[in-house]
């Protein structure tokens, strides 16, 4: 691997200082010998023994970041780099939290996360994150609205980064379910669905695109979308240095899953599914995802399976590979 600790470097050159300021070297002598210091520290640097950028990790709906497999992930992760990583919890309790991405609304998850990275000291000079699922759309908005500190690198694992038309493979017997066919559904672009549940603020129907830009307080606005646009949020997200977007090419929970692509369905036609380079925000640059995409800083990937399922060997593969 090319990271280690940063320690490594601090105690070298502590043991130098402590070295010049100890020895009977004359002090004429010691400014040649602070700079080869200097210039051996450089060389380890640019060999690739500087310390890995922080990770923040975001789950998805129904997870939680204490859950047993965030655990583990959030450990292969930091054994892999040496650096720190960790999984953003949107509230305290793990219960809360795993019912967060539903009850918490997409603004107040965005401002949530935005809140627990500015806390955290680890994140102050900028920080490379990874997403799974709705935990994409906060990282998203946040890179957006709010980017300080800056993310560097954003690897999504199938996101709904476009929005969503239904969520086919959710358990209609569960409560929650339950809620997903009452609100996206006829009363998806009302007051009473649109403050009820997160995932009604990136329902996308493009056979309701009037009633979507007027009540969808969220993803209509991340998109660039509305007639007063937002300059910041294009600034924003062309600061991103690495893009990487994974589809699962089976997945039956983001319907459709090229929004993992950011593609969509056609406004007015919901039969004709675009790629990412045919869709509006893409052909207006609305937000920066064009430029982006044309400098070379977005790539495109893909996991054979259903959604989440991947194994932790491909997300470190990923890490070596465009965490620089």
Known sequence: QRRVHGDILSVYFFSLLWFLEMSSVRSVMRLPLAAISLAIMALLIDGGLAAADPIAVMHGMGDFAMNTGMVHLRNALQNHTGGYVTNIALE????????????????????????KVRADPNFRNGFNVIGLSQGNLIIRGYVERFNDPPVKNFISIHGPLAGVVGFPNCNYSASICKLFDEFLGDLAYTEVAQSSLAQANYFRDPERIPAYLKMNPFLPDINNELPLTNATYKTNFLKLQKLVLVKAEKDTMVWPNESEWFGFYADGDPKHLLRMEETPWYKKDSFGLRTLHESGRVILLTTPGDHLEFKTEFLLDLVDKYFE
């Open 92 to 115: 305290k309790l793990w219960e809360a939290d795993a019912l967060s991405e539903f009850l918490m609304l997409m603004n107040k998850e965005v401002e949530t996360f935005a809140a």
